[in-house]
């Protein structure tokens, strides 16, 4: 699959881009365990062209997450193309995503970010007027449509494909179900099958295992897929998909050593990259939702005390806590745990 001249090979596997998640140590991991792409967290067109500092901040971009998506949002066309034309000159990504799925009251209730699914012609002027201002790939992320009697993607694939995007992603949702419900991939499939669509399709939505990937492009024909919240807390989530995309087999699990030695370089990036207290509060949460946890015993009281962190040194024993009940349900159960 390819991006203009960005070959992200057969099959790729991207990381989707989520406000307070995606942030540039969290992506690094994600890329160094096989994330084909990373996309950053949605910016406000709003924010940078006031030169918010904050996020201007998240504008940062390592060699070694590369290729990487800055993705902004907005509803005023003057406001997102002068904010594409900082992106491109001030952090050089390779792609520049536009966000019309965003489902939060704040975003959509404004008209930006699923709320473009109700006023089309402005989502295609804003579209035509940043693909006109930057000379980056422009795609664009959205929803199936505002409701379930409102399911558009079919037409709105096809005139945002005319508007010059050259890949799109479709989160298998509708604005109304936020993130409730299971995807509908059977609308994704039939944007792919449009003899019509020759643009690349990215299926979005509820990928959290190996098999759910591989059951993505075999049933829906996607050309590629994106990890939302299935990576929340896990970053070999990627290594895992790509090794069974490649060989059919699942990973063996690993160590619980291995495991906690992933998300403590993760915090220590997080801190060493913005301070202790943002990279606590950007590790926590990955943290306190890491899949590995589940099952432990009376794992609750010990999530909450995560979330609450606001030091390395009151994070770190926590941590060490779950660690220790882990291996001791390993123990229990005479090995190692998915």
Known sequence: MKIRDIDLGYRPVALAPMEDVTDVAFRSLCKEFGADMVYSEFLSADALVRNVAGTLGKLTILSEERPVAIQIYGRIP?????????????????????????????????????????????????TREVVQAVHLPVTVKTRLGWDANSIIIEELAEQLQDC???????????????????????????????????????????????????????????????????????????ESIKHYLCTGEKLPPKSVDFY????LRMVDNNIAKLDERRGILHSRRHI?????????????????????????????????????????VEQENGGLTE
């Open 78 to 126: 003057e406001a997102l193309v002068e904010a594409a034309q900082m992106v491109e000159q001030i952090a050089h990504p390779d792609v520049l995503d536009l966000n019309f799925g965003c489902p939060v009251k704040r975003v959509a209730g404004k008209g930006a970010g699923s709320g473009m699914l109700r006023n089309i012609p402005l989502m295609l002027q804003i």
């Open 164 to 238: 010059g995007v050259e890949a799109l992603t479709i989160h298998g949702r509708t604005r109304a179900q936020m993130y409730t419900g299971m995807a509908d991939w059977e609308p994704i499939r039939q944007v792919k099958s449009n003899p019509r669509i020759h643009i690349p399709i990215i299926g979005n939505g509820d990928i959290t295992t190996p098999e759910e990937a591989q059951m993505a492009f075999d049933r829906y024909g996607v050309d590629g897929i994106m990890v939302g919240r299935g990576s929340i807390g896990q970053p070999w989530i990627f």
């Open 260 to 263: 906690m030695n992933t998300l």
């Open 288 to 328: 306190a939702a890491c899949p590995r946890f589940k099952g432990i015993p009376d794992f609750k009281s010990l999530r909450v005390a995560m979330l609450r962190a606001t030091t390395r040194n009151e994070l770190i024993p926590l941590m060490e806590q779950a660690a220790d009940r882990l291996r001791r």
